[in-house]
């Protein structure tokens, strides 16, 4: 059973526009939303994260949105740059004393130019 | 900072073969975790240990033990490898609680011939 589901699988944009990857979630007792990237041949590397006492997280060019009712969150890259050419993996965590993450399958963004 | 340091980078070993890895950190953190990363999967969750008397089962535990030796040290064995088995092994790490930035180790490659 998945329970953090990400869409596009991969997902290809020019130099300069907005990607917008996706996730969704299916427990609900599910509180801190951080999202990983990964670039070829180097470990996970926290990016952003969210706790759904908002529903926007900011952080220059990435943004988080958060829908909790519908149980959905995207992460938008703004003014996209080859550099961010990764796998971009969504995760959550029901809180307690470890940060045990529960991981989507990831999403593969090339950013070309 | 700190840093996670895993052995061996790279394990080919034979099917039935019980296999060791091993993995230091010595960025004083409470929580240890080992997690395995298939191609197109993301990441799943092995073993986990909040303190260093703890050892908790994740969701992929069946075949496989691990071991928290101290603080700074925490192993994963692969009791029976599979033939054809690929995948990267990760260590990582974090401070106690749950809303915490967890730091990933560089990978252990395992295949199984």
């Known amino acids: 059973q998945q329970q953090v589901r990400q869409s596009p699988q991969s997902l290809t944009v020019w130099e300069g526009e907005t990607a917008i990857l996706n996730c969704s979630y299916e427990d609900s007792t599910f509180d801190y939303f951080p999202w990983y990237w990964q670039f070829p041949r180097e470990s996970p590397a926290l990016l952003i994260a969210?706790?759904?006492?908002?529903n926007k997280k900011e952080d220059g060019r990435f943004t988080i949105f958060f829908n909790k009712r519908e149980k959905k969150l995207s992460l938008h890259i703004t003014d996209s740059q080859p550099g961010d050419s990764a796998t971009y993996f969504c995760?959550?965590?029901?809180?307690?004393?470890?940060?045990?993450?529960?991981f989507g399958e990831g999403t593969q963004v090339t950013v070309i130019s | 900072g700190g840093i996670i340091t895993q052995t061996p980078k790279f394990l080919i070993g034979q099917e039935g073969q019980k296999l060791t890895l091993k993995c230091q950190q010595n960025f004083n953190h409470d929580t240890m975790y080992w997690y395995r990363q298939d191609s197109g999967k993301g990441l799943r969750l092995i073993y986990y240990s909040i303190t260093e008397n703890d050892l908790q089962k994740g969701d992929l535990s069946e075949g496989y033990d691990a071991s928290r030796e101290k603080k700074s040290s925490f192993s994963l064995t692969v009791t029976s490898a599979q033939k054809n088995e690929m995948a990267v092994f990760l260590c990582?790490?974090?401070?106690?609680?749950?809303?915490?930035?967890?730091?990933f180790g560089k990978g252990t490659r395992l295949t199984v011939v």
């Open positions: 995760a959550s965590n029901t809180g307690g004393l470890s940060g045990k993450l529960t």
């Open positions: 990582a790490s974090s401070i106690l609680g749950a809303y915490t930035e967890v730091f």
């Open positions: 969210i706790r759904p006492v908002s």
